[in-house]
């Protein structure tokens, strides 16, 4: 079977090769070869076919140490350049964390990320030298945001392709070897065997249907004594339940089940975690998740009720942020 330059790209990427003696490395290498698959499909192209026009550079200015992840400098680029770049930014969106500027073009995302980083930053270990997962990295957002305590390996997984695409656009501007990407999902890193020092779970635990087997694999590729911060949608009270949605919560059918903060930190006692802390518990406002020019969907004011902002479109109690600390027994 003849493939395309992509579905060969994906499979050049050989960060794996200095740890093939800690992962299971012959069923990744059978997994990616499936998973390239889906770079094939025509669906693909609207985000292929612009991004992959846009030219790779070296030598630019960049800043992942502040609030927006900035790549180059407005002027750097010609004319024709910035139509290009601009034609692959629009391309992938909508976009969801940030904010990004390319070369001056400012990316205002759903999520105003940085205020999340800033949370979860005086309650990460030192980052230097320690293999990271980001796992639902999305557009590598908190993976850049890392890069300037020195990790030694980051790799993002995300299963949606349109994320792959956000990364090789990253790449045409920032080539560096600790960072990677592959379109893997939770259930996949049962392939990295108490590999992991840090692991980023955040804004997914609630999408999970057996949350409780998730937190056992993320457990299970972790280093014994490795950190895991954790980031879920909740409900407010102080005893531990969940409220499992009829159908939909928010406007959407992937919301399995809501927590409590006390009702995650038993899941996560009883999974292979200890010293668990909650660090931050509060109710979700519009000035963090909401609509922009890039991402023009609904976003959480149009999921809240709007004659009582304190429950849901659908009458549940509107969601909570739940922030958490936890260390690999």
């Known amino acids: 079977m003849k493939h395309t330059n992509i579905f060969r790209e994906y499979l050049k990427d050989h960060y794996y090769e200095p740890y093939t003696s800690e992962i299971k490395t012959d069923e990744l290498k059978i997994l990616r070869k499936e998973l390239a ?14 991004v992959e026009d846009v030219e790779l550079r070296s030598g630019d200015g ?5 609030d927006t992840v900035r790549f180059g400098q407005e002027g750097d680029l010609s004319s024709e350049e910035q139509e290009k770049l601009s034609l692959a930014l629009k391309s992938l969106m909508p976009w969801r964390k940030g904010p990004f500027n390319y070369y001056g073009r400012e ?39 890392m890069l300037p305590q020195d990790p030694w390996f980051v790799l993002g997984i995300d299963p949606m392709t349109r994320y792959y695409y956000h990364h090789r656009l990253n790449k045409k501007f920032h080539r560096d070897d600790r ?3 592959d379109l893997l999902g939770v259930d996949d890193l049962n392939l990295f065997p108490r590999f ?20 056992e694999t993320l457990a299970g590729a972790m280093k014994p004594g490795g950190t895991l911060i954790l980031e879920s949608s909740g409900i407010p009270g102080d005893d531990p339940y969940c409220l499992f949605p009829e159908g939909r ?5 992937g919301y399995w ?7 995650l930190v038993n899941m996560l006692n009883r999974s292979g975690f200890h010293k668990v802390e909650v660090f931050e518990n ?32 659908e009458g549940y109690p509107a969601p909570t942020r739940i922030y958490i600390r936890a260390v690999k027994k």
């Not at 940085?114 to 990271?132: G, M, Q, S, Y």
């Not at 919560?249 to 059918?253: E, G, H, L, T, V």
């Not at 089940?257 to 009702?263: G, K």
């Open 37 to 50: 698959g889906k770079l094939e499909k025509s669906s693909v192209k609207v985000w292929e076919e612009p």
């Open 249 to 253: 919560y928010m406007q959407a059918s």
């Open 62 to 66: 960049f800043d992942f140490s502040s």
């Open 282 to 313: 509060f109710k979700l406002e519009t000035h963090e998740q909401r609509q922009t020019d890039w991402a023009v969907f609904y976003s959480l004011e149009q999921f809240l009720d709007p004659n009582d902002p304190s429950k849901t479109t």
């Open 179 to 181: 960072l990677n990407f």
């Open 196 to 215: 992991f020092d840090v692991v980023f779970f955040m804004g997914i635990i609630y999408h999970r249907r057996n949350p409780l087997q998730t937190l």
């Open 107 to 145: 990316v205002d995302a759903e999520w105003r990320s940085h205020l999340k980083w800033d949370r979860v930053a005086p309650w990460l270990p030192d980052l230097k030298n320690k293999k990271i997962c980001d796992i639902g990295c999305n557009n590598e957002y908190y993976m850049y945001r």
């Open 257 to 263: 089940f809501l927590p409590t903060a006390s009702a």
